[in-house]
């Protein structure tokens, strides 16, 4: 990457790691770090950075530029250190969350719950809220949080930027969303039956009877016949050849 690029490249990092992570749907741990994968997607998003890979980063961060970050295993550090900043505040009425179509039945059963970050962000508007969401499903399911119904019941929000509020559980009590599609059930496909073979009609003859090959009681007298008949047969052409002196 050329010298420019880099550049360029550090004062966006720079901006979503010291002044504005809420704008990208993003949020700092208490540490002051930053899933790497997170700050990814963020970047991802914006148009002219969809190309960034984590070499990139590396490259910046090891090279002669002054940067804005520190790399760690699986996570980014602003420098100067800048831990987050949780404090407690009073929410707005609502609040939105995007689940995944998959978490989306749990949600609604267990609550919002963080999985492997501290917090669960909420965000002040649905399009923040579904560009977080689309992130990990291309169709999120959008809930809506009642914020001041949860804060008057006990539970913390805290203040992440103008955009992102954080909480670290919510009970379902306090969301609501669309109801959940029942499975639908498998049709049966009705086969046609098979037609049953149709019965000649025989006309009856009185003193008389039909042979049914079927009920034969020695089913074995027709190769027995076969056997015989093939054997009087073979005797005969030897007979005929005796008498032509061959």
């Not at 963020?42 to 961060?61: F, N, P, Q, S, T």
């Not at 008949?229 to 052409?237: A, I, M, N, Y």
Request: with cysteine; glycine share 6%; charged share 30%.
């Amino acid at each position: 990457m050329r010298k420019y690029q880099l550049q360029e490249l550090r004062k966006i990092i720079q901006y979503i790691l010291l002044y504005r992570p809420d704008e990208f749907g993003l949020f700092l741990d208490d540490d002051g770090s930053l899933p790497i994968k997170d700050l990814m997607w963020a970047l991802h998003e914006e148009e002219g950075w969809k190309h960034i890979r984590l070499g990139h980063l590396k490259e910046l961060a090891y090279s002669h530029l002054e940067s804005a970050f520190t790399l760690e295993e699986n996570c980014i550090k602003p420098t100067p250190a800048k831990k987050q900043t949780s404090l407690a505040a009073a929410p707005p009425r609502l609040l939105y969350y995007a689940a995944t179509r998959r978490a989306y039945p749990v949600i609604l059963k267990h609550g919002l719950r963080p999985g492997g970050r501290p917090y669960v962000p909420l965000a002040t508007t649905d399009q923040i809220a579904l560009r977080i969401g689309r992130r990990r499903d291309p169709k999120p399911i959008l809930l809506t949080i009642h914020a001041v119904q949860a804060h008057d019941k006990g539970h913390v929000f805290y203040r992440c930027g103008e955009l992102l509020y954080l909480v670290r559980t919510l009970p379902p009590i306090f969301l609501s969303g669309p109801p959940l599609r029942e499975p639908s059930k498998p049709t049966k496909v009705s086969r046609p039956k098979a037609p049953e073979p149709s019965k000649i009609d025989l006309p009856e003859m009185i003193g008389s009877f039909l042979l049914d090959p079927a009920r034969d009681p020695d089913p074995m007298r027709r190769e027995r016949r076969k056997k015989d008949k093939e054997l009087k047969r073979q005797r005969s052409r030897e007979r005929r050849l005796k008498r032509s002196g061959r």
